[in-house]
């Protein structure tokens, strides 16, 4: 199936490692075996976002299906402007409060030359900076999230203040997400382990890249 | 320049706010006098005015009479409060060392002694033979330190000259905190890597060398905040703390013994604080020991015979001569019956000074002392437990009106 829908796609994305982008497990019910199957019911909330319907075809067995023809197209666009602003020299800023990925995204970082953060967000670090660091600090010119929600399943606060500030957001939305701040939004599993190293590997593939072209050397 | 180093020991952050409030007397003087000079040759050229306010009415662009508001030297003030603590640039600090070291070599010469094998102790062995201080407080008497020790650590410019700052964990506000959690979690990541290569190897074992622990603890929060130079919660001090244990619960902790030690501080065994006075021999072959002791303004020297029959004497008389008051004999005995040695020792002291209470107590204290090198590591704990080797701290009170 993932196949068939990757076919007119990029390269890097083709390969059986995709197939855990295309299902969408919600947040809440990651983590035990009766995840796959909530009832709305029970827990009294809406676990798909209706803005997120557009890049779904449905769901199965309880879980959202991805469409990712379109999933490609927009990580095409974000990883073009991904680029564009490392060419640039910009401070990119990697952004997620899941634990489980944290050490990888940090890892990330680390080696493309940019900078993570994937712990506890204190409230002014954005729209308060010159008193948090120092006064002349430089803020992020990009902020990439690599999945936009916190440990209580609320919208991270830094893409509001990623917002108030001016600065553009690249983010991998599920299916509980709300994608309207996001500047460069990209539907996808944020889930599972194999998706993120996917991710990972294609942002510091794209930025190591345009490094490389702005300091003259042909990859 | 180093004597500078030497007297200058005290508040240097008072000297500098002294130092800023008469910049700042003599600030406002010159403002205020500038301020009536400027104002007074901008409206009325002919006059000058000094330090009087000129008699005329300033009209502002809608030709209204506008009331001039004098602007009060409080809010020239440098707002000291609100700088923060100081702080000092690199060069400032290298300046301090290079003067550092030219002063410890002067001193060296001062002393007669070699400049090269100058140490820290040998520096604080002169400054308090050339600058003698009777103050109660250690830290208030002169000292000559390396400026390391001095100046508290603080951080640089976190950025290079395009605003890139320098650590990739720059932007979470607590770089050095969360750099060294992902350090150690990269290390326990290793050790469960290289635990799956031995299991894939079937040399797998669970008793392998484990990292000594007794006798150490773990750094405080306020010790690991000096290391990082930051601040951090009691929550993030825990964490680490956790991160930390789970490491060392690991079968193959021993990989990263180094790493570890550095976050455990050992603590000194309490008893080995006493030293424990030579035993020394006569030369008809019995041993004896002396020890000193003293309480309130009274001193005591005691010298302790072995293979005695437990006569006690004190300046020459029996102690029942020398204290008729039981309470005074008790304290002299309670140290012998606490490690049982009542009829063993032959006790010769010699005391001056306050009254009979304070006599026995400073014998008593002697006593215990001396017995140091008679008796077991184990006797030695429990003498200390017991309250025998403590000095008596208290002293007599000053009148008050």
Redesign the interface.
């Known amino acids: 199936m993932a196949a068939g829908v990757l076919s007119g796609v990029r390269q890097v994305l083709r390969g059986p490692r995709l197939v855990s982008a295309v299902f969408s497990c919600h947040g809440q019910t990651l983590s035990s075996a009766s995840a796959a199957v909530k009832s709305a019911p029970d827990t009294g909330e809406n676990v798909r976002w209706d803005l997120m319907k557009p890049y779904l075809f449905g769901s199965r067995l309880d879980i959202d299906i991805i469409d990712l023809e379109q999933t490609a197209e927009h990580l095409q666009r974000a990883l073009n402007f991904t680029a564009h602003v490392a060419y640039r ?1 910009g ?1 990119i ?1 990697f952004v997620s409060r899941r634990r489980q990925f944290s ?1 990888l995204i ?1 890892t990330t ?2 080696e493309c ?5 994937t ?1 506890y967000w ?1 409230g002014g ?1 954005l729209t308060n900076a010159p008193i ?3 006064p002349g ?2 803020l ?1 010119d990009l902020i990439v999230f690599f999945s936009t929600l916190n440990n209580v399943f609320q919208q991270h606060v830094g893409i509001r203040d990623a917002a108030k500030m001016n600065i553009p957001t690249v983010g991998i939305v599920d299916s509980n997400c709300n994608p309207s701040l996001i500047a460069y939004p990209v539907p996808g599993n944020d889930d599972t382990p194999v998706a993120m190293e996917m991710y990972c590997r294609l942002f510091k593939m794209t930025i190591n890249r345009a490094k490389d072209k702005r300091r003259g050397l042909t990859f | 320049m180093f004597l500078v180093w030497c007297i200058l020991l005290l508040n240097n952050q008072a000297k500098n706010s002294y130092e800023a409030i008469l910049h700042d007397i003599s600030g406002q003087a010159s403002k205020e006098i500038q301020c009536d000079q400027n104002f007074c040759l901008f409206a009325t050229p002919t006059r000058f005015y000094f330090m009087d306010r000129p008699p005329f009415r300033r009209a502002n662009k809608l030709g209204l009479p506008v009331r001039q508001i004098y602007v009060s030297s409080s809010l020239w003030k440098k707002n000291l409060a609100a700088a923060g603590p100081q702080k000092f640039t690199q060069e400032f600090i290298d300046k301090q060392v290079e003067e550092f070291e030219v002063g410890k070599r002067h001193l060296a010469n001062m002393m007669e002694e070699d400049p090269e094998t100058f140490t820290q102790e040998d520096i604080d062995r002169s400054i308090a033979y050339l600058f003698p201080s009777g103050l109660f407080e250690k830290r208030a008497r002169p000292f000559m330190k390396h400026p390391e020790e001095i100046f508290p650590k603080q951080t640089a410019i976190q950025w290079d000259a395009k605003g890139r700052p320098f650590h990739f964990l720059f932007y979470t506000g607590k770089q050095s905190y969360y750099s060294l959690l992902h350090d150690v979690y990269e290390k326990i990541l290793a050790i469960e890597r290289h635990q799956d290569k031995m299991r894939n190897k079937g040399l797998f074992t669970s008793d392998t060398k484990q990292i000594l622990l007794t006798g150490s603890r773990w750094l405080l929060k306020e010790e690991i905040e000096e290391n990082l130079v930051e601040n951090i919660s009691d929550q993030d001090y825990m964490r680490l703390i956790q991160l930390m244990e789970k490491l060392l619960s690991m079968p193959y902790c021993s990989l990263e013994k180094e790493f570890i030690l550095k976050f455990r501080k050992q603590l000194e065994v309490q008893s080995s604080k006493y030293e424990i006075p030579a035993l020394q021999y006569d030369p008809q072959g019995v041993a004896f020991s002396v020890a000193d002791g003293r309480r309130k303004t009274a001193k005591a020297s005691i010298t302790l015979r072995d293979s005695g029959s437990g006569n006690i004497t004190i300046n020459g008389r029996n102690y029942l001569h020398y204290f008729p008051v039981l309470q005074n004999r008790v304290q002299l005995m309670f140290p012998l019956l606490f490690v049982g040695m009542m009829g063993r020792f032959d006790i010769e002291g010699s005391v001056e000074g306050s009254g009979h209470s304070a006599q026995a107590g400073a014998l008593r204290l002697a006593i215990s002392r001396a017995l140091l090198s008679f008796v077991s590591e184990g006797e030695v704990e429990k003498m200390r437990q017991a309250g025998l080797l403590t000095a008596d701290p208290r002293i007599r009170e000053r009148k008050k009106p």
Not at chain 1, 113 to 117: C, I, P, S
């Open positions: 020299s401070i800023l050490q940090e970082a680390r030359g940019e900078y993570a953060h712990r204190k670090l948090q660091y120092s600090v430089r992020p």
